[in-house]
T-cell receptor, first 113, second 114 residues
Framework: DQQVKQNSPSLSVQEGRISILNCDYTNSMFDYFLWYKKYPAEGPTFLISISSIKDKNEDGRFTVFLNKSAKHLSLHIVPSQPGDSAVYFCAASASTNAGKSTFGDGTTLTVKP | EPEVTQTPSHQVTQMGQEVILRCVPISNHLYFYWYRQILGQKVEFLVSFYNNEISEKSEIFDDQFSVERPDGSNFTLKIRSTKLEDSAMYFC????????????FGPGTRLTVT
């Protein structure tokens, strides 16, 4: 039972356009949601997070939206840049479970110049 | 800015040999993790470690694997008898105790088993 799912293994967008990466979860106990970015041959790096009490969190070009009723979150990158090309992992954490995180399988984003 | 470090960056070993991968987590973190990524595949969780014991492990983490925190700074992953299929990037991660519980990953060790 995969509790965090990223249904699109890959996404390709043109430079300057918006990238939208999606993530679905099943466990209502999750109260934090995170996005990580990973370049080839490097470790993942934490990008942005959102608490379950919010529906939006913005950091520069990156915005995460949370729809609790649909158990869905998305990461918007605007404008997309070629340097954003990477694998993006969605993760969810539960304070009631000592902050244990569950990761999705990742979406490979390619931003074309 | 504090970071997670891993040594060596690349380890080549022969099948059947033992290897120890080393990690220095961020100093005030209390939760530690190992993940691996086989070339071309997804990042897979191996084990989590807290309060000097394993708190969770995946099916991959069988009897040939062990973890240890031998002192106050290092966190190690030992593979007792390496197999060809253990060839992968191994990532260490650590985190603190507060939300959002983000993990900080090291740069990885590339293990090549020949």
């Amino acid at each position: 039972d995969q509790q965090v799912k990223q249904n699109s293994p890959s996404l390709s967008v043109q430079e300057g356009r918006i990238s939208i990466l999606n993530c679905d979860y099943t466990n209502s106990m999750f109260d934090y949601f995170l996005w990580y970015k990973k370049y080839p041959a490097e470790g993942p790096t934490f990008l942005i997070s959102i608490s379950s009490i919010k529906d939006k969190n913005e950091d520069g070009r990156f915005t995460v939206f949370l729809n609790k009723s649909a158990k869905h979150l998305s990461l918007h990158i605007v404008p997309s840049q070629p340097g954003d090309s990477a694998v993006y992992f969605c993760a969810a954490s539960a304070s009631t479970n000592a902050g244990k995180s569950t990761f999705g399988d990742g979406t490979t984003l390619t931003v074309k110049p | 800015e504090p970071e997670v470090t891993q040594t060596p960056s690349h380890q080549v070993t022969q099948m059947g040999q033992e290897v120890i991968l080393r990690c220095v987590p961020i100093s005030n973190h209390l939760y530690f993790y190992w993940y691996r990524q086989i070339l071309g595949q997804k990042v897979e969780f191996l084990v989590s470690f807290y309060n000097n014991e394993i708190s969770e492990k995946s099916e991959i983490f069988d009897d040939q694997f062990s973890v240890e925190r031998p002192d106050g700074s290092n966190f190690t992953l030992k593979i007792r008898s390496t197999k060809l299929e253990d060839s992968a990037m191994y990532f260490c991660a650590s985190r603190g105790t507060g939300g959002p519980y983000e993990q900080y990953f090291g740069p990885g060790t590339r293990l090549t088993v020949t």
